[in-house]
């Protein structure tokens, strides 16, 4: 059976990517057949993956207004373990263009039909906004992943996400769960993080992972050489969190 994350959160920053990117390494690694999907215009899970944004010439773009076959698109990268379907710039035109088009937040659901048995998972880094894009994922998706910083603002947010995968669940896609929230970036001498960690204990109880990801300098710069931290550093405490969490989901 593959399994569909969907890795969202409408805030920036908060660390999506960085847990796309680590968690698709970190289950390859154990042995999974892994496939990342980046469906963020940014491109920041193509670059932290290895696959240059500025000449990449097939992407998911292109297989959401159904010019290309999702198969074409993949890129097998030996290193890391796990495919990627890249994205760059012009998937900003996409939310537009899609509108017009039939099932449009259907579209990547409909593609990953055709290779999803592949992989015993599927991970898609969204975008920071609860836009078309996010809907496609969201519609794809089995599980949602939502990774946040522990301060103040993000509990605002949250409940609009919430509100929103509700709504998804109604009108398109019924087997849709929040399978965890994802602390990151955590620093536990900070007192107000330590505070809303506990809030958020307490209201979402196990549906927060056990696996908390340290700020780590490591899982910052790994991006910069285009491989996930793994292959960075090894012994960081980052690539050791992201191991645990993929244990986490390996698991449930
Ligand atoms: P966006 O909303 O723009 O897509 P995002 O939610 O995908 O952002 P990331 O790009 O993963 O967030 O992280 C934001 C920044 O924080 C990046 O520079 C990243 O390298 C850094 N970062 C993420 N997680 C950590 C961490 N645990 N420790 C240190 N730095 C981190
Ligand atoms: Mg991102």
Redesign the pocket.
Same mark, same amino acid.
């Given at each position: 059976m593959t399994k569909i994350f969907a890795?969202t $959160?409408q =805030?920036? #920053? *908060? #660390? =999506? /990517? /960085? /847990?796309? *990117?680590n968690l698709a390494a970190s289950l390859a690694t154990a042995g999974r057949n892994v496939l990342l999907i980046d469906l963020?215009p940014?491109a $920041? +899970?193509t670059m #932290?993956s290895g696959t240059n944004k500025q000449t990449v010439q097939r992407t998911v773009y292109q297989v959401l207004l159904g010019e290309i076959e999702i198969q074409s698109v993949r890129i097998r990268n030996l290193q890391t373990k796990y495919d990627l379907i890249p994205s760059n710039r012009d998937l900003a035109g996409a939310e537009v263009e899609m509108v017009t088009l039939p099932k449009r937040e259907m579209r990547l659901k409909s593609a990953l039909s055709q290779i999803e048995e592949e992989y015993h998972f599927i991970i898609i880094?969204? %975008? %920071?906004a609860l836009n078309l894009l996010t809907l496609n994922g969201l519609c794809a998706a089995h599980a949602v992943m939502i990774?946040m910083q522990c301060e103040y603002y993000a509990l605002e947010g949250l409940s609009d996400l919430v509100n929103t995968i509700k709504k998804v669940r109604t009108n398109f896609n019924p087997k849709l769960r929040i399978e965890g929230l994802l602390r990151?970036?955590?620093d536990p001498r900070n007192i107000l993080a330590q505070q809303v960690s506990d809030q958020l204990q307490q209201h979402f109880g196990s549906k927060v992972y056990r696996t908390v990801? %340290?700020? $780590?300098?490591?899982? +910052?710069? +790994? %991006?910069g050489f285009g491989i996930p931290v793994l292959y960075h550093d090894r012994q960081s405490k980052?690539a050791k +969190?992201y191991l645990e969490l993929a244990n986490e989901v390996l698991n449930v």
């Open positions: 890795i $959160n =805030k920036g #920053g *908060v #660390g =999506k /990517t /960085t /847990t796309s *990117v963020d940014q $920041n +899970a #932290g880094d969204c %975008p %920071p990774p990151t970036m955590f990801i %340290p700020r $780590n300098i490591r899982l +910052a710069e +790994a %991006p980052g +969190a």
